[in-house]
Every structure is written in C-alpha cells, then in structure tokens.
C-alpha cells in the first residue's frame, strides 16, 4: 500500500518535473547552452547544509569539468516531496537527488537499518561505520538493482524529539502524542514501540501542521528544524538522538550510464568534496543551534536509558527481516562504539 501510493505521487511529481523544467529559462545560476545538463532535486530549505552542499557540488562539478556539465539545481521539494523525487529519478524524468533516508529505504530497504534506535553515538560514529566499503558498497550494489547509482551518504544527523504540550524526560512523556514522522518505516516501528501515535507527513506540509495542531510533534535533527523555523511552533525540545539518518546522494543509473568515464570521475569527486562540506557544516551548525535553542526553548536531556530499553523490540524485528546486514551494521557499530562514546578517546 505504502509503496503503491508513492509511486501514484511519483508519477504526478514525474509530469510536474518534465513540465518544470520545459519550461525553465534560470535555475541555480547561469546556463550554459552548449554543455550537458544535469538536474538535481532536494527537499532542504535554503540556508541548510544540504542546500549549501548542493550549491557548492554545482560549483565543483561546473569548475571540474571547465563547464562543459551544467548542474541545475531544483531545491525546497520544488520538484516533489523525497518519496517523488525518488519516483522520478527512477523514472528517468529527475537526473539526481540528495535525499531521505527514508525513501531510499522503499527501494533498499536494508538501509532503514543505519536509523536503528541508539545504534550510534553521534555522526562521526555513524560516519565510521556507514563509509565502509561492507556498508556503503553493499547498499551501492542494491541501489543499482532498482536504477539508482549511489554517489555517497551526505549527513541527516541525530534526531530530536519536540512537542507543542509538555516537556518530555521519559518514555512515558511521549505515550499518546501525535508525532509527525517520515515515510519511514523504521521511524514509525519506534514511534509505535514508545506508544506514540506516528503520523508519516511529507516535510512541506509540517510546519502548518504544527500550526494548526494537527500534529502535536515532530522529530528531526535540530538543523532541519531551525532552517525550517518549526522552533517556532514547537516551545519543548527533548535531545534524544534516538536515531541517526543520511542523506542518500542518488543519480539516475540510466543518466550516470550516458556520462564517459571523465564526466563520472568529475560527478564523484565533486560529490564527495560537497559531502565533507556538507557533513562539517553539520557539526558547526548543530553545535550553534542547540547554544541558540537552550535560549528560546525549554530544552531536556531525557536519560537515553529507559529510552533504549522501550525500543529495544525493534532491534528483534528488523534483525528477523534481514538477519545478515543486522549483523554486519551493528557488529560494525560496536566496534567502533568506545571510540565515540561520552568520555571515550
């Protein structure tokens, strides 16, 4: 059903793309008419990270390859919400994507595995693990299977919690609120284990329903929640970091195919100097937005304990649908886990 109705979405965003882009004179800066073009989709607001980064891979891309590729760049969900551009890349209407982990999931559902309750630390945690060849390789290798070649995993960050009615320092605090998720399975499986009640909600239209209290909360990591401004419709911020998330960085295997091995060279090394752009904005921004929001939020720092323990049956399900990753994602954490964590070296 899930899938089904996204791929619905997605053809309706698919004509949306073709029809935006026929008719689309500007774009992220100057067109050059004699070069290949390249559209890139995201969802974040201008002024975030993924934006920026986004920015910054268009410069590269553009300086690399002595603009003989042109990157237009279609940010703020212009093109759809995550789970359409998704569609649309695989449909071949969208170029590429930097997005959610949630909607990559749909197609390589292996990777719901990395947003794991407490599985890191913190990003540099998550980074250790997810950059490994027995990691990324491996969701590369499913990508490609359902049309996406995958240039890398940009960071989402740790996950907060807020909420327009209480203060949140314990399980219990969250039972009964309506909580504004993503199309995101595993998101959903530890909402419902904390007895909330999950509400998957394309980002565009939360802020308004913040507003309007048609959803009482939501989570995300503070970056995206202060670029979107939902501090101001969400007075409680609990810090739980109760999961981590990328931004899964796809193209189109159809349109990576048609690029010579050069064009290739130039797409990933651009990518992957706009990920460690993106990632280090991230640690600076998150940093400044929690000093900033200890200001003008009440602010928690529930004890992660009897967090983890309420959610430790989604751990039993997700090892039961894919037993061997299971094994090699937290095996791998773990392995790092002392390294990153509080008082570790």
């Known amino acids: 059903m899930f899938q089904r109705r996204n791929m619905v979405s997605g053809i309706a965003a698919t004509v949306a793309v073709a029809a935006l882009l026929a008719g689309c004179a500007g774009g992220s800066g100057p067109r050059h008419t004699d070069a290949i073009r390249i559209i890139l989709g995201h969802g974040a607001a201008p002024g975030n990270p993924r934006s920026n980064a986004a920015l910054l891979f268009e410069q590269l891309v553009e300086e690399k390859s002595h603009n003989t590729i042109d990157i237009q760049i279609l940010g703020q969900e212009t093109v759809g919400s995550d789970s359409e551009m998704m569609v649309s890349?695989?449909?071949?209407?969208?170029?590429?994507?930097?997005?959610?982990?949630?909607?990559?999931?749909?197609?390589?559902?292996?990777?719901?595995?990395?947003?794991?309750?407490?599985?890191?630390?913190?990003?540099?945690?998550?980074?250790?693990?997810?950059?490994?060849?027995?990691?990324?390789?491996?969701?590369?290798?499913?990508?490609?299977e359902h049309g996406f070649h995958l240039l890398g995993f940009w960071d989402n960050g740790m996950r907060d919690l807020t909420n327009s009615k209480h203060e949140i320092n314990s399980p219990e605090d969250v039972e009964g609120l309506k909580i504004r998720t993503p199309d995101d399975t595993m998101t959903i499986s530890i909402f419902n284990e904390l007895k909330a009640n999950p509400t998957p909600m394309?980002?565009?239209?939360?802020?308004?329903?913040?507003?309007?209290?048609?959803?009482?909360?939501?989570?995300?990591?503070?970056?995206?929640?202060?670029?979107?401004?939902?501090?101001?419709?969400?007075?409680?911020?609990?810090?739980?970091?109760?999961?981590?998330?990328?931004?899964?960085?796809?193209?189109?295997?159809?349109?990576?195919?048609?690029?010579?091995?050069?064009?290739?060279?130039?797409?990933?090394?651009?990518?992957?100097?706009a990920r460690d752009s993106q990632r280090q904005e991230m640690t600076t921004q998150t940093k400044e937005i929690y000093a900033e929001f200890e200001q003008s939020l009440t602010v928690t720092h529930p004890d992660k304990t009897a967090f983890r323990d309420a959610t430790k049956p989604v751990y039993v399900q997700w090892q039961a649908k894919f037993p061997e990753f299971y094994t090699t994602i937290t095996e791998a954490a773990d392995a790092h886990r002392s390294q990153y964590a509080e008082g570790g070296e």
């Open 202 to 273: 394309a980002f565009g239209e939360l802020y308004l329903a913040l507003r309007t209290g048609a959803v009482d909360g939501q989570e995300n990591p503070v970056v995206n929640i202060k670029s979107s401004k939902l501090d101001e419709v969400q007075p409680h911020l609990a810090v739980t970091g109760h999961k981590y998330e990328t931004n899964p960085f796809v193209m189109s295997t159809t349109r990576w195919e048609r690029l010579t091995p050069e064009q290739q060279q130039i797409i990933q090394e651009a990518a992957d100097e």
């Open 89 to 144: 890349v695989a449909a071949g209407t969208l170029d590429m994507t930097i997005n959610s982990q949630g909607p990559f999931a749909t197609y390589v559902p292996e990777a719901a595995l990395i947003g794991l309750p407490f599985l890191f630390e913190s990003s540099e945690h998550a980074y250790s693990v997810i950059d490994d060849e027995s990691i990324e390789g491996y969701l590369a290798d499913q990508a490609e």
